[in-house]
């Protein structure tokens, strides 16, 4: 570590494996030296998640190469907000950060982290995936409506992932000038590698679960629970079949729904469902290159991990209307590289599907642009968005300095 190097400390409650790739990019950056702060080792070591209703451990986190301290030790604590780490104002003083990331603000561990921040005049980079597009109770709104602006205020940059994402931040007052847009890391060696070897693993699957190369086929990934909505994929190919459609839908994931999605798929009789179960994230990007399209019917989803991962591999996506991850600089593009259709609209989501279905240049023309936006949205998740940081920053104490 040098002295002259731009120090910047992240402070998260535990291993995310997505976003572990981009701490390793920026850990290769010259002059920068940064250094992860955990608050448990859920993840890293195996815990239970309730909505996979499993026992879950991330293989692919690759810690060993960017510097770290779980500040709570051997601990495998929930992340909840009570989550806290009282260490992390003494690892500060020594770490002695030029800007310090945070992820949200309702556990302890990052409020403490943001006072110590305001303390010492270091600036604060903010990162949420918050978004205005689901439903919430008025009351909710108002009383968040006056502590956010209040909170906000004292943030001095924000990491954005999307359209979405910033648009809710306005409504709380903050200036686009604070906007440094981000996107949402993935693995993207993983998924480099993968995008070159896609039409072997697109084989490999198809083969796999017996569908043919021309039939079309679709996936969501996602725990199984009730607001991923994966019965509205079922809904989808029943509706497809009354219409004389052939189409196979991938439902990748575990979860307490699973049970009831089977009984439902029982419905069909040509088309098929496939049930992966929990499939390992560094084997997901054989599934992306197997479908001709992405569909994700969530009713709550901030921003799609496995929409950015879909498009990297050249996928378009229709995705519900309450879903975080559509505008026009965003993953999904309208008529650009998907559709949009209001959420539980079964039939209009089968009329998006069809266009797809029936318009082989149209899916290609989809795929390219998803692929071109997602090489250059990863570009940005995993060093340009650093370098912006970086710039404005020292642009801040220059100004200082001559004041």
Same mark, same amino acid.
């Given at each position: 570590?040098?002295?002259?190097?731009?120090? &910047?400390?992240?402070?998260?409650?535990?291993?995310?494996?997505?976003?572990?790739?981009?701490?390793?990019?920026?850990?290769?950056?010259?002059?920068?030296? &940064?250094?992860?702060?955990?608050?448990?080792?859920?993840?890293?070591?195996?815990?239970?998640?309730?909505?996979?209703?499993?026992?879950?451990?991330?293989?692919?986190?690759?810690?060993?190469?960017?510097?770290?301290?779980?500040?709570?030790?051997?601990?495998?604590?929930?992340?909840?907000?009570?989550?806290?780490?009282?260490?992390?104002?003494?690892?500060?003083?020594?770490?002695?950060?030029? /800007?310090?990331?945070?992820? #949200?603000?309702?556990?302890?561990?990052?409020?403490?982290?943001?006072?110590?921040?305001?303390?010492?005049?270091?600036?604060?980079?903010?990162?949420?995936?918050?978004?205005?597009?689901?439903?919430?109770?008025?009351?909710?709104?108002?009383?968040?409506?006056?502590?956010?602006?209040?909170?906000?205020?004292?943030?001095?940059?924000?990491?954005?992932?999307?359209?979405?994402?910033?648009?809710?931040?306005?409504?709380?007052?903050?200036?686009?000038?604070?906007?440094?847009?981000?996107?949402?890391?993935?693995?993207?060696?993983?998924? /480099?590698?993968?995008?070159?070897?896609?039409? +072997?693993?697109?084989?490999?699957?198809?083969?796999?679960?017996?569908?043919?190369?021309?039939?079309?086929?679709? /996936?969501?990934?996602?725990?199984?629970?009730?607001?991923?909505? =994966?019965?509205?994929?079922?809904?989808?190919?029943?509706?497809?079949?009354?219409?004389?459609?052939?189409?196979?839908?991938?439902?990748?994931?575990?979860?307490?729904?699973?049970?009831?999605?089977?009984?439902?798929?029982?419905?069909?009789?040509?088309?098929?469902?496939?049930?992966?179960?929990?499939?390992?994230?560094?084997?997901?990007?054989?599934?992306?290159?197997?479908?001709?399209?992405?569909?994700?019917?969530?009713?709550?989803?901030?921003?799609?991990? +496995?929409?950015?991962? +879909?498009?990297?591999?050249?996928?378009?996506?229709?995705?519900?209307?309450?879903?975080?991850?559509?505008?026009?600089?965003?993953?999904?593009?309208?008529?650009? !590289? #998907?559709?949009?259709?209001?959420?539980?609209?079964?039939?209009?989501?089968?009329?998006?599907?069809?266009?797809?279905?029936?318009? =082989? =240049?149209?899916?290609?023309?989809?795929?390219?642009?998803?692929?071109?936006?997602?090489?250059?949205?990863? =570009?940005? /998740?995993?060093?340009?968005?650093?370098?912006?940081?970086?710039?404005?920053? !020292?642009?801040?104490?220059?100004?200082? &300095?001559?004041?």
């Amino acid at each position: 570590m040098s002295n002259n190097n731009f120090r &910047v400390a992240i402070i998260v409650s535990h291993p995310i494996q997505h976003f572990c790739p981009q701490y390793i990019s920026f850990t290769k950056m010259k002059d920068v030296d &940064v250094k992860l702060f955990f608050a448990s080792m859920l993840g890293y070591k195996k815990y239970v998640d309730k909505n996979f209703g499993q026992e879950i451990s991330w293989n692919n986190l690759r810690l060993e190469e960017f510097d770290h301290k779980f500040l709570n030790g051997e601990q495998v604590l929930p992340s909840t907000k009570e989550l806290d780490a009282p260490s992390i104002t003494e690892e500060l003083d020594s770490f002695n950060p030029d /800007a310090i990331i945070t992820y #949200g603000h309702f556990q302890k561990v990052q409020r403490r982290a943001h006072k110590w921040a305001k303390t010492n005049n270091v600036p604060i980079v903010y990162i949420t995936d918050s978004e205005n597009r689901q439903r919430r109770k008025w009351y909710k709104l108002l009383a968040k409506f006056f502590l956010l602006r209040l909170y906000y205020n004292k943030v001095n940059y924000f990491f954005t992932v999307g359209d979405a994402n910033e648009a809710y931040f306005k409504l709380y007052g903050v200036p686009e000038k604070k906007f440094i847009r981000m996107h949402y890391p993935i693995d993207v060696d993983v998924y /480099a590698d993968a995008y070159q070897d896609k039409a +072997a693993l697109r084989r490999m699957i198809r083969e796999q679960y017996g569908i043919p190369e021309n039939d079309f086929a679709i /996936a969501v990934v996602g725990k199984l629970v009730t607001w991923k909505n =994966q019965e509205h994929l079922i809904d989808l190919l029943i509706d497809l079949e009354s219409k004389g459609h052939k189409a196979h839908a991938f439902i990748l994931g575990s979860g307490k729904t699973l049970d009831g999605l089977k009984q439902k798929a029982e419905q069909l009789k040509v088309n098929k469902v496939h049930f992966t179960g929990f499939v390992d994230p560094l084997e997901l990007p054989a599934y992306y290159a197997a479908i001709d399209a992405y569909v994700h019917p969530a009713s709550i989803e901030p921003h799609s991990l +496995a929409i950015s991962e +879909a498009i990297y591999m050249g996928c378009p996506v229709i995705l519900s209307s309450t879903c975080g991850s559509y505008g026009d600089t965003d993953d999904v593009q309208i008529n650009k !590289n #998907g559709f949009v259709y209001n959420f539980g609209n079964i039939g209009e989501l089968s009329e998006k599907v069809v266009k797809l279905l029936n318009d =082989q =240049q149209l899916r290609q023309q989809f795929s390219n642009h998803s692929r071109k936006i997602s090489l250059k949205f990863q =570009q940005r /998740a995993h060093k340009e968005s650093m370098l912006d940081l970086i710039n404005k920053v !020292n642009k801040l104490k220059r100004r200082s &300095v001559s004041v």
